[in-house]
DNA sequence: TTGAAAGCGCTAACAG
DNA sequence: CTGTTAGCGCTTTCAA
């Protein structure tokens, strides 16, 4: 091409700013350069930081994040899911709430790369989907914490936890009954608490701790949003923590640090979480073997603080 | 068709897990059912609230709401705007931190729906791009705040803001000193702080303010979440709120009412935002009549509580 | 090196 | 009412 002609055309691409359709280019490529990515609520800074992550490992390897809330509920998890079944996207990963294996099973059968944030025995017990699996250590994570306490001496520990039915709900009531358990603890069903994963949680849930005659002398927050409000119950009642009651959550959010006195919690590394579930639908899609399911364990770590 | 025939074609759909490829009835269509959104920061809780909203509004029209996370820089939300250039998305709603009106120009010009949540000082002065706006009253909130600081008799007033250059932070910080000029009161730039709009940011700024020989009687928080981690710098330096010093914040998030003393805010409806901002484009979606751009308003309420 | 044509999977229009 | 066909905008292949 005259290179006259090859500056008039790019004049005229500016001009009419044209822009290539990537409707049709993916319908051509059968690729949207494009990973989708669903998470129950979008205002947990537990999600955005595990998604801002993500986002970076994507950008990193040339693909869009593009992300899809669902509120925890099956029916726009599994909207998200035909996302990628249906050509919208080139891989597909997620914090499912409310999935069964078979709402996953489609997106194997087509090859669609696929990485969760679950636990094995959740989504995929035999390991036979084909779908990679990050494994968040909720239960070995509120395990380590609800051992802290034991450690410090409690042996009445509440645990005010989130939406009944959802798998973190799930898992760390399972971890706390493990530990008092392995104690010979006993177990009171009056101390545990569900509700949300948030603050607002926290804070009604507490007054109702603090207002037992038989109060605890320790409570579990599943969540570092449901210990803060836990905490601000506390400090209102006028009860000293960690002196009067321990508290602890889950997550170390930013704000875990900064509270006073200092949350004593476990972090998720969410950031990492993030990361690792990209790298494994990245490292399908640059080799499209099919493979086993992997399954990568988050690490975590516990961060005592002031709080317990 | 017999129906015979056709329980054999849906056995086979579910049997084959058939399901029509979206990428080419987009391309056929021209339409893909979707609204995509931008965002600067998918870990302020203001931003997840305004996409709740977004999200509720969109699906009961049918949309999808993809969110796309820009964390405020150009270059990704040029991007964004690109996904909706490219066909991949219907409309185009979003956040701009650092975008210009020449950004926005080519969506207009294929007559894509745009809204934007921006004031039409920073993005569009005159009017005449036919994109809608939502203009956030940002700088009027903090005119409500500080007024409301002045009121109670504060003269020397700290503003603690987020990033310096981003729409949110110059807007706060015209408000305040609009305020002060308006009641004679001096303005002292060394209690003009910037960082970031988090807890972590209020924390290490209110540390600076508390160790100042003149210390201000009030502090203006650009964002709840820097109101909080000011609070939290002042309990542990033994300085009480409101009595030594005030603190208000903008945006009223779950937390502001929580947190003891509770704070006093202004809340922005945030959800609302995000709703208008849909409505805004699902009305141009749904009468393809070009007209000029509107502007709505955003209400907002200041929201006295104890901690000034 | 340049140009023409086929085809991705869908829907709408049209013919039978 | 059913069946066929054209064509959305792109990329790739093949021919000139």
Redesign the pocket.
């Known amino acids: 091409?005259?290179p006259a002609t090859r500056e008039r055309v790019l004049a005229a691409i500016e001009e009419l700013g044209?822009?290539?359709?990537?409707?049709?280019?993916s319908?051509?490529?059968?690729r949207t350069n494009t990973i989708t990515v669903f998470v129950p609520d979008i205002v947990n800074p537990f999600f955005g930081l595990l998604l801002t992550g993500a986002q970076d490992e994507a950008l990193q390897a040339g693909y869009d994040l593009l992300i899809y809330h669902t509120g925890g509920h099956r029916e726009l998890e599994r909207k998200a899911l035909q996302l990628a079944l249906?050509?919208r996207a080139d891989a597909m990963i997620g914090v499912p709430y409310d999935l069964e294996r078979a709402d996953l099973k489609p997106l194997t059968l087509r090859g669609i790369p696929t990485a969760m944030l679950a636990r094995a025995s959740e989504l995929d017990p035999d390991r036979t989907s084909g779908i990679d699996l990050v494994d968040v250590p909720s239960e070995a994570a509120a395990v380590m914490l609800v051992e802290h306490l034991v450690a410090r001496g409690h042996t009445r520990i509440a645990i005010i936890n989130g939406r009944a039915g959802t798998p973190p709900q799930i898992n760390r009531e399972n971890g706390y009954r493990q530990v008092l358990l392995r104690h010979g603890i006993p177990i009171d069903e009056g101390l545990i608490y569900n509700g949300d994963f948030d603050e607002s949680t926290g804070y009604t849930r507490m007054v109702e701790v603090l207002a037992r005659p038989d109060r605890p002398t320790a409570v579990f927050a599943a969540t570092d949003s449901i210990a803060i409000g836990a905490m601000i119950a506390s400090r209102e009642a006028g009860v000293r923590i960690p002196e009067q009651i321990a508290i602890g959550g889950i997550d170390d959010i930013p704000a875990a640090r900064l509270v006073s006195p200092a949350l004593t919690t476990v972090n998720q590394h969410h950031d990492q979480l993030g990361r690792e579930l990209v790298r494994l639908v990245l490292s399908r899609l640059h080799d499209p073997h099919p493979g086993p399911g992997r399954t990568v364990t988050g690490r975590f770590d516990l961060m005592v603080r002031e709080s317990t």
Do not use: N, Q
């Not at 044209?18 to 280019?25: E, Q, S, V």
């Not at 319908?27 to 059968?30: I, M, N, Q």
């Open positions: 091409m005259a044209y822009m290539p359709d990537l409707t049709a280019r319908l051509r490529l059968k249906s050509g």
